[in-house]
């Protein structure tokens, strides 16, 4: 008996370490196909490189040419880099938007926090508008981040409340995308021209402008927040069993849920604030992931990371393809392949249902 429960014990350690070295194997695939995206992002653009060129501009940058140069590192390399970022970001806001209300439709977009982000970027942009006195300069990604602060505790609270089901929460979340998105509508028929155009590249969402500086903000936020995550990967992982089942093994949901939501404002919030409304991502690269390496938070998060980051950088790849010459607004794309996958959710979430 016992020669069997000790062989046993030592089956199952071989089969999660199997299972373990397969999720790592599977996230380093992700990685090198990650690399090799960026590389085609930074190849492409009005002006086609070899691949070749690229590589050696990047490790070489003193033997490459100047045009070659300023092209790479000044031009292409920040855009490639905040595709990297902002999908990451959004991916992992989406991820544990999932975790945190058991909702697999939960996205920033889908649930009004990247609407509510838009319109207070466009607070500063037509208005002038800071919500934060202290912060003039930074006014623009201030705002955008306290709005989608407010769209997220509203939701967090909400979903709190005793009655409240996963249905009440999506159609809560669109409820704010249509009311953020009716405000922003108003400042953009009250805007001068100037603004105007401002305001119409956040709703169409585009990497064209990004820089070196936006670049490191969002990466910063994003490496600052991921070790949280990962210090509550335990507590998010037991969540998925259910409020009851997390609580019986000593995590405070609660808590839990108001540290997340606000981690989860702030991954939303600040690319927002750069390249505008990009839907989708944040609802996509988390199944992915989660279809992958599955529900553990070691490897989901990491898993989340990279879909993201994959799914942007190859969205910014065919941005440049689709149309030879002209650049189309990345926004446009990740909802022409988001859209079909959120009918798919919602099909499959009834089929279940029934």
Known sequence: MAASLIETGATGREQYRALAFRRILILSALAVALAGSVAADMALGPANYRLSEVL?????????????RVVIWEIRMPIALMAVTVG???????????TILSNPLASPFTLGISAAASFGAALGLVGG????????????????????????????FAS???GVTVETIVLLGIALVFT?????????????EQALAAVVFWTMGSLTKATWNKVLVTATILIVTLPLFMRNAWALTALRLGDDKAASMGVDVRRLRLHTMLLVSLLAAIPVSFVGTIGFVGLVGPHVARMVVGEDQRFFLPGAVLCGALLLSATSVVSKVLIPGAILPIGVITALVGVPFFFVLIFSNRRRAW
Do not use: K, W
Not at 56 to 68: K, N, R, V
Not at 88 to 98: E, I, K, N
């Open 88 to 98: 990451a970001s959004l991916s992992v806001a989406g991820a544990q938007m999932q």
């Open 129 to 156: 508008v800071a919500l934060f006195p202290g912060a003039v300069q930074y006014m623009v990604p201030v705002n955008a981040f306290l709005m989608a602060m407010v769209a997220a505790l509203f939701i967090h």
């Open 160 to 162: 709190a409340l005793r």
């Open 180 to 192: 953020f998105n009716a405000a922003l509508s108003l400042l953009e028929y009250l805007a001068s």
């Open 56 to 68: 050696s501009t990047l490790f070489s940058p003193e033997a490459a040419g100047d045009q070659l």
